[in-house]
Nanobody
């Protein structure tokens, strides 16, 4: 089992920045992927960014150049630095990890970008 605690969601104006954090606990020694998804109202959940033990995976075009994922292995934490935020980035952001063939999800953190 892996437990995830997210933080950092907030209301921000367009053009602003936020950093999301996700701290993992439990069977963390077997985590081979950490990432962020988001889900806007009425839309499907979509991958925002991901990082393996080796490197980050390619960003989706909408996030490239604005979002950066990083991982602090010592703190078992993954971060999502978001800049140049747009109203269309408004969504609930979910942290996810994969460990021993299982996928775990955080409770989600709300990001709202006002125009």
């Amino acid at each position: 089992q892996v437990q995830l605690v997210e933080s950092g969601g907030d209301l921000v104006q367009a053009g602003g920045s936020l950093r999301l954090s996700c701290a993992a606990s439990g069977r963390i020694e077997s985590i081979n992927f950490m990432g962020w998804y988001r889900q806007a109202p009425g839309k499907q959940r979509e991958l925002v960014a991901g990082i393996t033990s080796a490197d980050s995976i390619p960003y989706a075009p909408a996030m490239k150049g604005r979002f950066t994922i990083s991982r602090d292995s010592a703190k078992n934490t993954v971060y999502l630095q978001m800049s140049s935020l747009r109203p269309e980035d408004t969504a609930v952001y979910y942290c996810t990890v994969r460990s021993l063939g299982y996928t775990y999800w955080g409770q989600g953190t709300q990001v709202t970008v006002s125009s």
